[in-house]
Each structure stands twice: as C-alpha cells, then as structure tokens.
C-alpha cells in the first residue's frame, strides 16, 4: 500500500520559512515524479512545484525565486523549501507522487502564515 506523509507544516510569520517533508513508502520513490500542490479555503488546488525522477523542476510563477523542490532518494522524500512567505501562501499543501498515468496523494499539512 502506497503512503505519502507530509510534514513541516506550521504557524509562521510574514517573511519567514518552512520546510515542508513529504516521505513516501510502497512505492518505486526513485522513478517517481513528484510534486507540491496546494489549496486554499474556496479556492482550487495549484500545482507549484514539480521534480521529475530525473531531477529536473518547475515551479509556478507564484513561487518561483522563493520556494524551491528537492528529493532524497536514499530517505524517499521530497522536500520543499518556502522562504519569504506571504499571507497568500497560507493553505493545505498536499505531496503528490506520480509513475506514468498512476498517482497518490498525502492528508495533506497546514501553513498558515501570519501578518
């Protein structure tokens, strides 16, 4: 059985940081494409950021310059760093984990970013 567990989430002023965490288990973690998504209250859920098993990234432009995606193979994590937080990116932020047309999702973690 698939698990993703996001972690790092928290309570953060503007202009800080978060690293977000998000450990897989039962799945071939190193040729998977993983991905950041987020979704704030009445809103849809975004895609920003995105590492493909090969390592290369994309990020959307709301984060971009600000948040950046990495993996750990060896510990089957995806990290994401988000620096210069602002009230917007207050949200649940949700770890994605995809092999060809088969994805997974974790419960997701909260940010909430204070002004």
């Known amino acids: 059985q698939v698990h993703l567990v996001e972690s790092g989430g928290g309570l953060v002023q503007v202009g800080g940081s978060l690293r977000l965490s998000c450990t897989a288990s039962?799945?071939?973690?190193?040729?998977?494409?993983m991905g950041w998504y987020r979704q704030a209250p009445g809103k849809q859920r975004e895609l920003l950021a995105y590492?493909?098993?090969?390592?290369?990234?994309n990020y959307a432009d709301s984060v971009k310059g600000r948040f950046t995606i990495s993996r750990d193979n060896a510990k089957n994590t995806v990290y994401l760093q988000m620096n210069t937080l602002k009230p917007e990116d207050t949200a649940v932020y949700y770890c994605?984990?995809?092999?060809?047309?088969?994805?997974?999702w974790g419960q997701g973690t909260q940010v909430t970013v204070s002004s």
């Open positions: 039962g799945i071939g973690f190193s040729i998977s494409d």
């Open positions: 994605n984990a995809r092999i060809r047309a088969i994805e997974w």
């Open positions: 590492i493909i098993s090969g390592g290369s990234t």
